[in-house]
Protein backbone atom coordinates (compact mmCIF):
# COMPACT_ATOMS: atom_id res chain seq x y z
CA UNK A 1 0.00 0.00 0.00
CA UNK A 2 2.22 2.23 0.66
CA UNK A 3 4.91 1.46 -2.07
CA UNK A 4 1.75 2.29 -4.52
CA UNK A 5 1.16 6.12 -2.66
CA UNK A 6 4.71 6.26 -3.12
CA UNK A 7 5.04 5.62 -6.86
CA UNK A 8 1.93 8.12 -7.55
CA UNK A 9 3.35 10.88 -5.62
CA UNK A 10 6.92 10.59 -7.09
CA UNK A 11 6.07 10.50 -10.57
CA UNK A 12 4.38 13.58 -10.54
CA UNK A 13 7.28 15.01 -8.67
CA UNK A 14 9.67 14.06 -11.34
CA UNK A 15 8.55 15.48 -14.07
CA UNK A 16 10.64 18.30 -13.93
CA UNK A 17 13.20 16.90 -15.94
CA UNK A 18 16.01 19.53 -16.51
CA UNK A 19 13.85 22.27 -17.43
CA UNK A 20 15.29 24.70 -15.07
CA UNK A 21 17.94 25.37 -17.41
CA UNK A 22 15.44 26.57 -20.09
CA UNK A 23 14.05 29.25 -17.71
CA UNK A 24 14.24 32.82 -18.73
CA UNK A 25 14.56 35.94 -17.33
CA UNK A 26 10.60 36.46 -17.03
CA UNK A 27 10.24 33.69 -15.36
CA UNK A 28 12.91 33.64 -12.61
CA UNK A 29 11.71 37.52 -12.24
CA UNK A 30 7.69 36.22 -11.72
CA UNK A 31 7.87 32.80 -9.26
CA UNK A 32 4.73 31.63 -11.02
CA UNK A 33 6.43 31.66 -13.81
CA UNK A 34 8.46 28.99 -12.83
CA UNK A 35 5.65 26.59 -13.49
CA UNK A 36 5.85 27.10 -17.30
CA UNK A 37 9.31 24.36 -17.33
CA UNK A 38 6.73 22.30 -16.60
CA UNK A 39 4.79 22.76 -19.67
CA UNK A 40 4.32 19.84 -22.27
CA UNK A 41 4.76 16.03 -22.32
CA UNK A 42 6.97 14.20 -19.85
CA UNK A 43 8.13 10.85 -19.49
CA UNK A 44 9.94 9.47 -16.70
CA UNK A 45 11.73 5.89 -15.42
CA UNK A 46 12.52 5.18 -11.64
CA UNK A 47 12.94 1.90 -9.86
CA UNK A 48 11.48 0.89 -6.32
CA UNK A 49 14.60 0.21 -4.49
CA UNK A 50 13.25 -2.45 -1.95
CA UNK A 51 12.10 -4.45 -4.86
CA UNK A 52 13.62 -3.12 -8.02
CA UNK A 53 10.73 -2.82 -9.90
CA UNK A 54 10.45 -0.43 -12.68
CA UNK A 55 7.84 2.48 -12.68
CA UNK A 56 7.45 4.82 -15.58
CA UNK A 57 4.71 7.40 -17.09
CA UNK A 58 3.81 9.85 -19.34
CA UNK A 59 2.69 12.92 -18.40
CA UNK A 60 0.93 16.17 -20.10
CA UNK A 61 0.48 19.34 -18.24
CA UNK A 62 -1.32 22.51 -19.63
CA UNK A 63 -2.46 25.61 -18.38
CA UNK A 64 -6.10 25.84 -16.66
CA UNK A 65 -8.55 27.41 -19.05
CA UNK A 66 -7.85 31.09 -17.87
CA UNK A 67 -4.65 30.83 -16.70
CA UNK A 68 -4.25 30.60 -13.11
CA UNK A 69 -3.46 26.81 -12.58
CA UNK A 70 -1.17 24.31 -14.06
CA UNK A 71 -2.69 20.91 -15.13
CA UNK A 72 -0.67 18.02 -14.83
CA UNK A 73 -2.59 14.17 -16.26
CA UNK A 74 -0.27 11.51 -15.83
CA UNK A 75 -0.50 7.79 -16.70
CA UNK A 76 1.56 5.68 -14.70
CA UNK A 77 2.55 1.65 -15.59
CA UNK A 78 4.36 -0.60 -12.74
CA UNK A 79 4.35 -3.92 -13.40
CA UNK A 80 2.31 -3.79 -16.02
CA UNK A 81 -0.35 -2.39 -14.35
CA UNK A 82 -1.21 1.38 -15.27
CA UNK A 83 -2.49 4.16 -13.14
CA UNK A 84 -4.14 7.56 -14.01
CA UNK A 85 -3.62 10.55 -11.58
CA UNK A 86 -4.41 14.26 -12.47
CA UNK A 87 -2.10 17.32 -10.25
CA UNK A 88 -2.79 21.17 -10.09
CA UNK A 89 -0.06 22.81 -9.26
CA UNK A 90 -0.36 26.78 -7.97
CA UNK A 91 1.65 29.32 -6.60
CA UNK A 92 1.36 30.65 -2.70
CA UNK A 93 2.52 33.88 -2.40
CA UNK A 94 2.22 34.06 1.33
CA UNK A 95 4.21 31.36 1.90
CA UNK A 96 6.45 31.23 -1.12
CA UNK A 97 6.12 28.09 -1.98
CA UNK A 98 3.79 25.93 -4.66
CA UNK A 99 1.06 23.80 -3.58
CA UNK A 100 -0.50 20.94 -5.48
CA UNK A 101 -3.39 18.41 -5.32
CA UNK A 102 -3.52 15.24 -7.01
CA UNK A 103 -6.06 13.11 -7.88
CA UNK A 104 -4.92 9.16 -8.14
CA UNK A 105 -7.45 7.22 -9.65
CA UNK A 106 -10.76 8.75 -11.08
CA UNK A 107 -12.99 8.82 -8.05
CA UNK A 108 -10.46 8.90 -5.29
CA UNK A 109 -9.97 11.54 -2.79
CA UNK A 110 -7.02 14.08 -3.60
CA UNK A 111 -4.16 14.61 -1.69
CA UNK A 112 -1.66 17.75 -1.43
CA UNK A 113 1.55 19.01 -0.39
CA UNK A 114 4.10 21.71 -1.07
CA UNK A 115 6.97 22.43 -3.51
CA UNK A 116 9.70 24.55 -2.38
CA UNK A 117 12.64 25.87 -5.08
CA UNK A 118 16.15 26.71 -3.87
CA UNK A 119 18.26 27.22 -6.73
CA UNK A 120 18.74 23.61 -8.79
CA UNK A 121 16.82 22.12 -5.56
CA UNK A 122 12.90 21.16 -6.28
CA UNK A 123 11.61 19.54 -2.48
CA UNK A 124 8.31 18.04 -2.48
CA UNK A 125 6.60 17.31 0.55
CA UNK A 126 3.28 15.65 2.19
CA UNK A 127 2.34 12.86 3.73
CA UNK A 128 -0.54 10.40 3.66
CA UNK A 129 -2.28 7.82 6.49
CA UNK A 130 -2.49 4.18 5.73
CA UNK A 131 -3.73 2.00 8.15
CA UNK A 132 -4.34 4.37 10.51
CA UNK A 133 -0.41 5.26 10.57
CA UNK A 134 1.21 8.64 8.99
CA UNK A 135 3.79 8.53 6.29
CA UNK A 136 5.91 11.55 5.38
CA UNK A 137 7.41 12.08 1.73
CA UNK A 138 9.81 13.98 0.61
CA UNK A 139 10.81 13.85 -2.84
CA UNK A 140 14.08 16.47 -4.21
CA UNK A 141 14.81 16.95 -7.62
CA UNK A 142 18.51 18.01 -8.57
CA UNK A 143 18.84 20.10 -11.84
CA UNK A 144 22.60 20.48 -11.30
CA UNK A 145 23.14 18.62 -14.42
CA UNK A 146 22.24 18.00 -17.86
CA UNK A 147 19.62 15.24 -16.59
CA UNK A 148 17.42 15.49 -13.71
CA UNK A 149 17.83 13.14 -11.05
CA UNK A 150 15.36 12.57 -8.35
CA UNK A 151 15.05 10.62 -4.90
CA UNK A 152 12.22 9.68 -2.67
CA UNK A 153 12.07 9.04 1.06
CA UNK A 154 9.81 8.18 3.25
CA UNK A 155 9.19 8.18 6.95
CA UNK A 156 6.51 6.67 9.23
CA UNK A 157 8.47 7.83 12.81
CA UNK A 158 7.93 11.45 12.63
CA UNK A 159 11.19 12.10 10.82
CA UNK A 160 13.65 10.42 13.07
CA UNK A 161 14.32 7.95 10.00
CA UNK A 162 14.15 8.00 6.52
CA UNK A 163 14.05 5.47 3.44
CA UNK A 164 15.16 5.92 -0.05
CA UNK A 165 12.12 4.17 -1.83
CA UNK A 166 12.50 5.22 -5.24
CA UNK A 167 15.20 6.96 -7.58
CA UNK A 168 14.90 7.84 -11.25
CA UNK A 169 15.24 10.69 -13.75
CA UNK A 170 12.72 12.60 -16.22
CA UNK A 171 13.03 14.72 -19.40
CA UNK A 172 10.58 16.59 -21.54
CA UNK A 173 9.51 14.77 -24.66
CA UNK A 174 7.24 17.41 -26.80
CA UNK A 175 6.09 20.85 -26.24
Given at each position: ???????????????????I????A?????????L?????????????????????????????????????????????????????????????????????????????????????????????????????V??????????????????????????????????????
Amino acid sequence: MITRHVVLFVTVAALSAGAIAQQTAQQKDDPAGRLMVFLGRWETEATLIATGAKASSVLDCRWSPQGSYLVCEQRITTSGHEQRQLTIYSYNSKEGNFTFSTFRDPGTAPSSGTVSVKGDLWTYRSSFEAEGKKTEVVTTNDFSSADEVFSTQISDDGGAHWKTVLQGKAHKIAD
